[in-house]
């Protein structure tokens, strides 16, 4: 069973709609990252929150917005999506800061399907 | 060059070959080092770290060069179970995030 739990699992959207994808994290960790996978592409880092903070954006458009009210939770708010933005999105968690040897621990994932 | 660069493969091999995969980086500064494992549709799992001196898990023994910046990861006697992509991970002191690299897949076949 995993630390790291998403949801939903799978989901289904127009290009009109709104929706968020959840991550939660029972690990005690700082760091939460948002990644995405595409069919047959390597994982690309979208965000990255390290003690609550946003440390990184890897120039995501604005159309996927991401949320850290606390260090167990995670949101990615997705509006206006566009066909090409349906993949896989990780979530996951790390201990943070710059302690070494912190490996990353990651949800099941969210598949997205934009219609 | 990129950051952590990967054979994509796929390596085919048959069961009970030994195999190896080498993973580069670029910054030499780099601390912490994984080899990651996905299956198909799957989130990534660690397969385990890599230590200064090497490190041996069963089958599987990794192995770090920083001289050359490279990490290496053995795989012998394969099993069908091991196909997967093998994702090599570095950690770039001062920052909170672990690089990926594209992968390397692996098909092991009867």
């Known amino acids: 069973e995993t630390g790291v739990t998403q949801t939903p699992r799978h989901l289904v959207m127009g290009m009109t709609n709104k929706k968020s994808l959840k991550c939660e994290q029972h690990?005690?960790?700082?760091?939460m990252y948002w990644y995405k996978q595409s069919a047959k592409k390597p994982l690309e880092l979208m965000f990255v929150y390290n003690f609550k903070e946003q440390t990184e954006n890897n120039s995501v458009p604005s159309r996927f917005s991401p949320e850290c009210p606390n260090s167990s939770h995670l949101f990615l708010h997705l509006h206006t999506l566009q066909p090409e933005d349906s993949a896989l999105y990780l979530c996951?968690?790390?201990?943070?800061?710059?302690?070494?040897?912190?490996?990353?621990?990651f949800g099941q994932g969210t598949r997205l399907t934009v219609v | 060059r990129k950051e952590v660069e990967q054979d994509p493969g796929p390596f085919n091999v048959p069961e009970g070959a030994t195999v190896a995969f080498n993973c580069t980086y670029s910054n030499s500064a780099s601390q912490s080092f994984f080899w990651y494992r996905q299956d198909c549709r799957k989130e990534p799992k660690l397969l385990m770290s890599v230590y200064s001196s090497g490190n041996e898990d069963g089958r599987f023994t990794a192995q770090l060069n920083r001289a050359s910046q490279y990490i290496s990861l053995l795989i012998r006697d394969s099993k069908l179970s091991d196909s997967a992509t093998y994702l090599c991970?570095?950690?770039?002191?001062?920052?909170?995030?672990?690089?990926f690299g594209k992968g390397t897949m692996l098909l092991v076949s009867p």
């Open positions: 690990l005690g960790h700082n760091a």
């Open positions: 996951a968690s790390s201990q943070g800061g710059d302690r070494l040897n912190t490996e990353a621990f």
């Open positions: 991970v570095v950690k770039r002191p001062g920052y909170s995030t672990l690089t």
